[in-house]
């Protein structure tokens, strides 16, 4: 039968039909606002709103139904077990339409991108307040913030935004870069979530763009925050992945519990996190190998051994987490018929305010321990400033055929930060200084890709208003030197190498002589790709930022902070010492 003709009423009959005691006696509140909202926010969906991953109402509809499934987990009795006190099924028949009200907006409601969020928030309360439920005094969301904003407390049987559900955070500056992690109100609600639907056995598809912190976030939950009987198993397909490959990876992991029954050792549980699920390359007729062996398990519980008698292999005693982008820039679509069996969470972009939280935090603790008091007051102006450039950037500078490298996302807003962390604290005493470290910084990250004069022009222009709306300070009162230059080779044999400005050319040229040559040309120092590198380009890092890179190829930037990508080859046998 057809989707569309089965409809969705069988499947909530279905799952009414499964409640736990104590709860299957509000089934008739249950399936009242399901009916009030599930079929109108399915219409929404449909009509003008954008998925991040494409989804179909069955799916959404037995999402709901899992979240709620997981929300009710800890008031379900073992059979045999000691039935809820009258006290416990009074508190949760109080809970169960804030609970259903929740799971609803976080199954249909958290597949859709940021915009489609704000308008989901609209329509869901408004839905709410025309379908007249009689809802008890403060079981819908409170109005002051969106309904994306709250999460139910049962202990305290209240809303309560999703900060308050965690510690207060303590950087810790010597922490590597890359291992810190700070909670926002994205990733406490996400990391949430997955918490739920795995210790309720429910299967989770992380989906989103490109650094939303999809990978890191369920990474740290997996390795750090998991009850001692599970097991996390990780995987990242590539286009090269085959379901050979995928079988071996699984079943190395696997112990024989019995003939033809594997797992993981007894009493453990196996939660495999398949990164980049949907980078495994689609044959002639689209079929993607790594993707239909998982689906087998999905579907059969388990898959062929290769070796004669190729006897069945049942899994048992695990679950899967995906994370992928949308489809494009070589990701490809994945069959429905495996997508099925997940949860979908959208990781949206963060907001500004996440963005503020997260970097003032790691800028502030690092400016805290290591620079003056003069220099630590400007983190969050600093901050702010690289958040709204980014965002115009984002806003104005979008790639075309002949800018295709003009593409712009958090991992770069990170390593301005990362940057100026390298900063030295002897050489940067005062704002100025640090604000020159903080243009520099800019320029190596977003400035280097930009291939023609206007762009450089206008990069400038917006450094220059950002700092006089957040310092009051000119362009021209920070870099007062006619090159802005830093660099960690100045001092040969300084260990740890000293990151500072450099405004002795004739040092730098001489400095870097062995490696590096000076030649007239339009202004610009040059430089060889480094020997030690394999071809890359030299750790230490100058960038000569008041003269525009020549537009043959964006400059390829890094002071070792973080791999590079993948860059074409320089021109000739000199390329841009890049910043």
Same mark, same amino acid.
Request: aromatic residues 8%.
């Given at each position: 039968m057809e989707p569309s003709a089965l409809g969705i009423d069988p499947l909530l009959a279905s799952w009414l039909a499964t409640l736990p005691p104590g709860v299957s006696e509000h089934a008739a509140t249950l399936s009242a606002i399901f009916n009030a909202t599930v079929p109108e926010a399915l219409r929404f969906l449909r009509r003008g709103v954008k998925e991040t991953v494409t989804t179909v109402n069955p799916n959404l509809v037995a999402s709901c139904f899992n979240l709620m499934d997981a929300l009710i987990l800890a008031w379900r009795r073992p059979d045999g077990g000691p039935a809820l006190s009258a006290d416990e099924r009074n508190a949760l028949g109080a809970m169960l339409p804030s609970l259903m009200l929740f799971s609803v907006v976080w199954s249909l409601g958290a597949s859709c991108d940021k915009a489609g969020r704000q308008a989901f928030d609209e329509f869901f309360k408004r839905c709410v307040a025309d379908a007249g439920l009689g809802l008890p005094d403060g079981a819908m969301f409170p109005a002051e913030l969106s309904v994306y904003e709250w999460c139910y407390d049962q202990s305290e049987a209240k809303w309560v935004e999703w900060m308050d559900t965690v510690p207060e955070f303590k950087c810790d500056p010597d922490r590597p870069f890359s291992q810190i992690i700070v909670p926002t109100a994205d990733t406490v609600r996400y990391t949430y979530l997955v918490d739920r639907l795995l210790a309720c056995g429910k299967h989770v598809l992380c989906v989103g763009e490109t650094g939303t912190g999809k990978t890191l976030n369920v990474a740290n939950k997996l390795m750090n925050d998991m009850p001692a009987d599970v097991l996390p198993v990780f995987m990242t397909f590539s286009a090269r992945t085959s379901a050979n490959m995928t079988q071996d990876i699984i079943d190395a992991k696997m112990d024989k519990r019995r003939k033809g029954v594997f797992g993981p050792p007894a009493g453990k549980r196996y939660v495999v996190f398949v990164d980049d699920l949907n980078m495994p390359q689609r044959e002639k007729y689209f079929a993607q190998p790594p993707i239909e062996l998982l689906r087998q398990w999905f579907d059969h519980g388990g898959w062929y051994d290769r070796k004669p008698p190729c006897a069945f292999r049942s899994i048992v005693d695990t679950q899967f987490v995906g994370s992928m982008g949308p489809p494009g820039g070589g990701r490809n679509p994945v069959t429905n018929r495996l997508l099925r069996h997940f949860n979908f969470i959208s990781f949206t972009e963060m907001s500004d305010a996440s963005l503020q939280r997260i970097f003032s935090t790691i800028l502030g603790a690092f400016f805290k321990k290591h620079f003056s008091d003069a220099v630590q007051g400007t983190a969050e102006g600093v901050v702010a400033s690289t958040v709204q450039l980014y965002?115009?950037?984002?806003?104005?500078?979008?790639?075309?055929?002949?800018?295709?490298?003009?593409?712009?996302?958090?991992?770069?807003?990170?390593?301005?930060? #990362?940057?100026?962390? #390298?900063?030295?604290?002897?050489?940067?005493?005062?704002?100025?200084?640090?604000?020159?470290?903080?243009?520099?910084?800019?320029?190596?990250?977003?400035?280097?890709?930009?291939?023609?004069?206007?762009?450089?022009?206008?990069?400038?222009?917006? #450094?220059?208003?950002?700092?006089?709306?957040?310092?009051?300070?000119?362009?021209?009162?920070?870099?007062?030197?006619?090159?802005?230059?830093?660099?960690?080779?100045?001092?040969?044999?300084?260990?740890?190498?000293?990151?500072? #400005?450099?405004?002795?050319?004739?040092?730098?040229?001489?400095?870097?002589?062995?490696?590096?040559?000076?030649?007239?040309?339009?202004?610009?120092?040059?430089?060889?790709?480094?020997?030690?590198?394999?071809?890359?380009?030299?750790?230490?890092?100058?960038?000569?930022?008041?003269?525009?890179?020549?537009?043959?190829?964006?400059?390829?930037?890094?002071?070792?902070?973080?791999?590079?990508?993948?860059?074409?080859?320089?021109?000739?046998?000199?390329?841009?010492?890049?910043?």
């Open positions: 965002n115009r950037i984002r806003e104005e500078l979008l790639p075309t055929p002949a800018k295709s490298h003009y593409t712009f996302n958090l991992r770069d807003l990170a390593r301005v930060v #990362q940057g100026m962390m #390298q900063g030295d604290a002897r050489s940067v005493t005062t704002p100025p200084a640090l604000l020159a470290l903080w243009l520099h910084e800019c320029s190596r990250v977003f400035e280097d890709r930009l291939i023609n004069d206007a762009d450089h022009e206008w990069f400038r222009a917006q #450094q220059g208003a950002l700092l006089e709306d957040a310092f009051s300070l000119k362009y021209d009162d920070v870099v007062t030197a006619d090159r802005l230059v830093f660099g960690d080779f100045l001092v040969p044999g300084a260990d740890p190498r000293v990151y500072a #400005q450099i405004t002795d050319m004739g040092k730098l040229v001489k400095v870097r002589g062995g490696s590096t040559r000076s030649r007239a040309h339009d202004g610009v120092s040059w430089g060889t790709p480094s020997r030690e590198g394999g071809g890359g380009f030299e750790r230490a890092h100058c960038c000569l930022s008041t003269t525009p890179w020549p537009s043959t190829r964006p400059s390829p930037a890094f002071s070792g902070l973080s791999p590079p990508p993948s860059l074409s080859p320089p021109p000739a046998s000199c390329a841009p010492m890049g910043g």
